[in-house]
């Protein structure tokens, strides 16, 4: 019942553009005890079919920027083979680590976006009155 949850919640979450991988890791590693190199391999073969939907809606609804698209998805490949070179040669808590890093930063970042809106929208506010 719990990976068919994580797969609910992951899945919303990836349709939004948001990193449903992200929250799938974490809901494998914390939730369902699988080690960090298996929840990330998992996540990438989650990530192929969400990935295609989430491409395919967002195409009809002309989202996407297919240039730019095509030039990411080049590099982001080439990324991805280094990535998954170095993370198969970590030590799972070494890889867990970093991982919890990047969330730091990502939650970190996200706070300050939030923050940046809410003075914007303060600013605007006081001009108005």
């Known amino acids: ?3 068919i949850l994580s797969g609910v919640i992951s899945g919303i979450i990836s349709g939004t553009g ?3 991988g992200t929250i799938l890791i974490f809901l494998l590693t914390f939730m369902c005890g699988v080690e960090q190199h ?3 391999a998992t996540n ?3 990530f ?4 295609i939907v989430a491409i395919i809606v967002n195409i009809k609804n002309k989202n996407i920027n297919l240039n730019l698209a095509m030039w990411i998805s080049i590099f982001g490949i080439l990324g991805a083979i280094l990535g998954a070179n170095i993370a198969i040669k970590m030590d799972v808590i070494q890889l867990k680590k970093y991982f919890g ?3 730091a ?3 970190l970042n996200e706070i ?3 923050y940046k809106q809410y003075k914007k929208e303060k600013n605007t506010n006081n001009n108005i009155k």
Not at 48 to 51: A, L
């Open 1 to 3: 019942m719990i990976e």
């Open 44 to 46: 990438l073969i989650f």
């Open 48 to 51: 192929i079919p969400t990935s």
């Open 105 to 107: 930063i990502i939650a």
């Open 101 to 103: 890093y990047f969330l």
């Open 18 to 20: 948001m990193g449903g």
């Open 112 to 114: 300050y976006t939030i």
């Open 38 to 40: 298996i929840a990330q």
